[in-house]
């Protein structure tokens, strides 16, 4: 009996480390799934690849090609049947002066129509691919201030929490005058307030980049952010290039490519409409049957339509009209780009130069002044009012010093979608791909 309760607790061990060693397991994988940290280039490949905007355009270029067949084919042939002199009055009573003619028909083109047919569908697919890439950099710009978005988060969470800190520093502070009868309770309460609004505030701002994520997983089709980090610094401007530079790579912007894919197109439709001036034949071949003699014979005809040419000017003139009026559309677009990339170039100088002043001067001087500010409350130099508003200066320093480089961030993210090329010379963590 000794023995079989020996066993019994050595099973007994066995299972509780059996569960001990399977609960850490489970836990520590729980962990490692959550702890994942996502790389811009990682956000814009699953996006490219599983993005639902981006599945429209093979299922267009299908129908497309579906379009290009139809356009080879050349006027169908046409069987026909005429039957005359057939239930008369007379003579022609009866079928005895029956006549049946059986007849093969179709139309000869003329001009070249087949072959400019498959051009503007030609020009129609070529100009589809170029939609996609627009659709693609959209995209890619979207993914990139969806991230940038979730930088800004970070260092936010980051100073809420700092601020936290900050405030139960300055409570424990007050609290030590407050028993030490020096500063009345009334300090104290504000205080313990001040840390509680300062706790809401990580949460509400711990929320705002939970819905963050979720938009940026959204655009790769998932419901559920399966990461809970980003990799890269808000801070990391980089050196830009001179705004002559910048403009001169506009002409990468594949929107300036719609305009010259439109342009073949409209040229097409136009040599399109032109065959539309030579007129087609129309032509039948066949046999006709004499019911009276009892005799067989061969029948051919063609007809051509008059004033083809005049009836196809009109179309011509449309044509031609549609084709010019991109011209000042593109020269209109230019114009607004540059306007635009003007403004974000500006802006962004600006936010930079915010930034690093924030950075290299101001902080640095209002952390001494809090420093200094404490320990002149504790000696009972300053009030309870200076030593808050040493606090609150700082803590609003470090947030201006967030939305500067925020703007700086989105700005050149703003400045890529329009030149279609990377901004920043050196940057390794923010920035939209070459690929």
């Known amino acids: 009996m000794k023995l079989i309760c020996l066993d019994g607790q050595t099973l007994l061990l066995r299972v509780c480390l059996y569960c001990a060693f399977s609960l850490f397991t489970v836990s520590f994988q729980a962990?490692?799934?959550?702890?994942?940290?996502?790389?811009?280039?990682?956000?814009?490949?699953?996006?490219?690849?599983?993005?639902?905007?981006?599945?429209?355009?093979?299922?267009?270029?299908?129908?497309?090609?579906?379009?290009?067949?139809?356009?080879?084919?050349?006027?169908?042939?046409?069987?026909?049947?005429?039957?005359?002199?057939?239930?008369?009055?007379?003579?022609?009573?009866?079928?005895?002066?029956?006549?049946?003619?059986?007849?093969?028909?179709?139309?000869?083109?003329l001009g070249g129509k087949k072959q400019a047919r498959v051009d503007v569908v030609d020009q129609k697919l070529a100009l589809t691919q170029i939609k996609k890439q627009i659709t693609s950099l959209?995209?890619?710009?979207?993914?990139?201030?969806?991230?940038?978005?979730?930088?800004?988060?970070?260092?936010?969470?980051?100073?809420?929490?700092?601020?936290?800190?900050?405030?139960?520093?300055?409570?424990?502070?007050?609290?030590?005058?407050?028993?030490?009868?020096?500063?009345?309770?009334?300090?104290?309460?504000?205080?313990?307030?001040?840390?509680?609004?300062?706790?809401?505030?990580?949460?509400?701002?711990?929320?705002?980049?939970?819905?963050?994520?979720?938009?940026?997983?959204?655009?790769?089709?998932?419901?559920?952010?399966?990461?809970?980090?980003?990799?890269?610094?808000?801070?990391?401007?980089?050196?830009?290039?001179?705004?002559?530079?910048?403009?001169?790579?506009?002409k990468n912007n594949p929107s300036l490519a719609f305009f010259a894919a439109e342009t073949r197109l409209k040229e097409s439709e136009i040599r399109l409409a032109k065959t539309q001036q030579q007129a087609d034949i129309d032509w039948s071949v066949g046999i006709r049957r004499s019911a009276d003699i009892d005799e067989s014979a061969l029948v051919a005809g063609f007809s051509v339509p008059l004033f083809a040419e005049k009836r196809a000017e009109s179309a011509v003139k449309s044509a031609l009209a549609a084709r010019n009026e991109i011209t000042f559309r593109q020269q209109d677009f230019l114009l607004r780009i540059h306007t635009q990339l003007y403004q974000a170039y500006t802006a962004r100088e600006q936010a930079v130069t915010s930034a690093t002043t924030l950075r290299q001067s101001i902080i640095p001087q209002l952390t001494d002044a809090l420093t200094q500010t404490k320990t002149a409350y504790q000696r009972g130099l300053y009030s309870y009012l200076d030593f808050l508003t040493a606090r609150q200066e700082l803590l609003n320093a470090k947030r201006a010093l967030i939305e500067a480089s925020a703007d700086a961030l989105l700005l050149a993210a703003e400045i890529e979608q329009l030149t279609a090329e990377p901004l920043l010379i050196e940057q390794n963590n923010v920035g939209i791909s070459n690929d």
């Open 31 to 109: 962990y490692a799934s959550t702890n994942i940290t996502l790389t811009l280039a990682e956000a814009i490949k699953k996006t490219l690849n599983q993005n639902p905007s981006l599945n429209v355009f093979p299922l267009r270029e299908q129908g497309l090609q579906a379009e290009r067949e139809t356009a080879q084919l050349s006027p169908a042939y046409r069987v026909g049947a005429e039957l005359e002199n057939v239930a008369g009055t007379g003579q022609l009573s009866g079928t005895k002066s029956a006549e049946l003619t059986v007849s093969l028909s179709s139309v000869l083109e």
């Open 138 to 250: 959209d995209l890619l710009s979207t993914v990139t201030k969806n991230y940038i978005q979730l930088l800004i988060d970070k260092q936010r969470i980051q100073l809420a929490k700092e601020e936290v800190s900050l405030a139960q520093a300055t409570a424990d502070e007050v609290n030590k005058r407050v028993r030490a009868a020096i500063a009345p309770k009334a300090d104290y309460a504000r205080a313990v307030a001040a840390v509680e609004q300062a706790r809401l505030n990580v949460s509400r701002v711990e929320q705002r980049m939970h819905a963050h994520k979720m938009a940026l997983a959204n655009l790769w089709g998932e419901m559920q952010p399966q990461f809970n980090n980003v990799a890269g610094s808000l801070f990391d401007y980089g050196s830009s290039r001179s705004f002559e530079s910048l403009f001169e790579r506009v």
